[in-house]
């Protein structure tokens, strides 16, 4: 057999992606480098995915894509270049953790996409703390859109509704329609004034709201007073050894006067700070002193020294280093109605970014101080807590009892468990969102610990490899009933099959729905889009099933690849 696409890494992640295209029916062989158990008609060949007769032997010469899933960035590198020697023209769709990386290859290599698993999910968590039940995302007007699935039932607001009446609005998508009667697109059904029944399904993509940001200067001088008691936390060591040298200086100061009763305190306090500090100064105070306070002196200079030694590194360390910084985050940290986030990794940086791109208020809580993503959380003005985000006081510090949501979305899953539990602890009302990288323990963890929700970012993110697998610059997928679906854009071409037709004609032979037309900079949607010829160069925005894409890549591979660039 010559397999159209190759699937290199069969881990979780991997494995997922190889059972989705071969569920889509695609012709798909996989990569592992251990043996491993194959169910009936799977194709797997087992080596070095580096070696170039493990390669060959998996058919890479022959080839159209390979889907490099493996969560090792070096291992993915290391195979994209070996096979891009045996077949120049393989598309490449590469899974990167670095995706500064990722973006310079794809500037760099012609047919590589890079997917990140932390950049697909993220968004879904974000819709969840929002509170909207997506099951995917779909990227348009240069937004991110949740998707939902509307399953009708007796109690469905749209129920008895047609269809014709949900099409032709700006802040809604229609996406894909399943009716629990009959096989029908969606397309025909508007055509047919078709009425929302008892049991029909409707992927319906919803355009985020963005809300204004309203932070006038007396706000914030009352959110850092109203934090006060927070700095103490973080001033005390400072605030204890400043003492113990006012201490000291006062006890030597009354000793000086106590044995000569003609030193002035201003001579007292000079001699005893010069003393202490080794500026010297009034050394008369102690010459013609008893040996007693002689010896007295000799101790307070060891002392000082110390103290001092002390005082300014602790000084040095809150004002240059990084307690200064951690003192004006807490004192920075909303007060009501904000977004706790735990963990500022891949996804967690991701969920920060779009909450407040959106207008919200973000604290992020994460227990390294040396994190990647902490200067970037900062730039955007997002304080950040560096303490263990498990202990009740830190989440006290970041005002967990009036904020909107939890989101734990640490690496550890154990982590993510015992935070989401003590938070719901201090604020049992509180929503929560939280990450397990196992999709069965997330399932269990929800059900048992009753979350508001719990996401395995694998299980999220396997669904957009697969459709990017199968081809295009894919904006956005879901899954429902055992359906993949894309949502894509397509260049209309002089040699396209669509090209002269109709889009509502084209919608309804192809079955996908249409959901913008963007010409000469123009975009043409509604009742307009299905009465509209399609023109070569028009680039269409459409949804289809995944095992329909085939149809749409009638095109030279230098014209798919050119509109990919230009998607970018």
Request: net charge positive.
């Amino acid at each position: 057999m010559k397999p159209k696409i190759i699937v290199c890494g069969l881990g979780r992640t991997g494995y997922k992606i190889y059972s989705l295209l071969r569920q889509q029916r695609a012709e798909v062989v996989g990569i592992s480098d251990r043996s491993m158990v194959t169910r009936r008609n799977e194709t797997i060949v087992v080596g070095d995915p580096r070696a170039a007769t493990t390669l060959i032997q998996a058919g890479v010469k022959q080839a159209q894509t390979l889907v490099l899933a493996n969560n090792d960035d070096a291992l993915n590198l290391a195979v994209l270049t070996q096979a891009r020697v045996i077949n120049p023209r393989i598309r490449i769709i590469n899974r990167l953790f670095n995706q500064t990386l990722g973006e310079r290859l794809d500037m760099t290599l012609s047919a590589h996409f890079t997917m990140s698993v932390a950049a697909l999910a993220a968004p879904i968590f974000t819709f969840a703390a929002l509170g909207d039940r997506a099951i995917g995302q779909l990227k348009l007007f240069n937004r991110t859109w949740p998707i939902r699935e509307e399953v009708i039932d007796s109690n469905h607001p749209w129920l008895g509704r047609q269809l014709a009446e949900l099409w032709d609005n700006p802040h809604r998508m229609l996406i894909y329609y399943l009716s629990a009667k009959s096989e029908i697109d969606l397309v025909s059904a508007i055509h047919q004034k078709k009425v929302l029944e008892v049991g029909d399904r409707l992927i319906v993509g919803t355009k985020p709201k963005v809300r204004t940001r309203s932070n006038p200067w007396w706000r914030k001088v009352a959110k850092a007073v109203s934090n006060l008691p927070r700095y103490q936390h973080y001033a005390r060591p400072v605030a204890l050894v400043s003492l113990s040298l006012l201490a000291v200086v006062f006890l030597a100061t009354i000793v000086y006067m106590s044995v000569n009763f003609n030193i002035s305190i201003a001579d007292a306090l000079y001699f005893s700070v010069g003393m202490i500090t080794g500026a010297g100064g009034k050394e008369e105070v102690a010459e013609y002193a008893p040996d007693t306070i002689k010896i007295f002196t000799a101790v307070m200079m060891i002392v000082g020294a110390g103290v001092i030694g002390i005082c300014y590194a602790l000084i040095n360390d809150f004002v240059l280093g990084s307690r200064l910084k951690q003192a004006w985050d807490v004192a920075r940290v909303p007060t009501r109605n904000h977004y706790v986030i735990c963990g500022l990794g891949g996804i967690g940086i991701q969920i920060a970014r779009q909450l407040h791109q959106q207008g919200h208020e973000v604290v992020a809580i994460e227990q390294d101080p040396n994190n990647r993503f902490m200067h970037g959380a900062r730039s955007l003005g997002i304080p950040v807590i560096i303490e263990d985000a498990s202990l009740a006081a830190t989440l006290r510090a970041a005002n967990i009892q009036r904020a909107k949501a939890l989101i734990a979305v640490t690496s550890n899953d154990m982590a993510n468990l015992e935070i989401s539990l003590t938070a719901k602890a201090i604020a049992p009302y509180l929503r929560t969102i939280v990450r397990s990288y196992d999709p069965q323990f997330a399932q269990s963890m929800q059900e048992v610990f009753e979350f508001d929700c719990v996401l395995s970012p694998i299980e999220l993110a396997t669904h957009s490899f697969a459709a990017a697998a199968l081809g295009g610059r894919i904006l956005g997928n879901g899954m429902t009933q055992d359906l993949l679906w894309v949502a894509l854009a397509t260049m209309i071409t002089p040699k396209h099959p669509f090209c002269g037709q109709s889009v509502g004609n084209a919608a309804i032979q192809a079955d996908f729905v249409p959901l913008y037309l963007e010409r000469k900079g123009k975009t043409i949607h509604g009742w307009q889009l299905l009465e509209t010829f399609l023109k070569s160069e028009d680039v269409l925005y459409l949804t289809i099933p995944a095992n329909g894409l085939e149809q749409l890549w009638r095109v030279p591979p230098s014209e798919e690849i050119a509109l990919d660039r230009a998607l970018l």
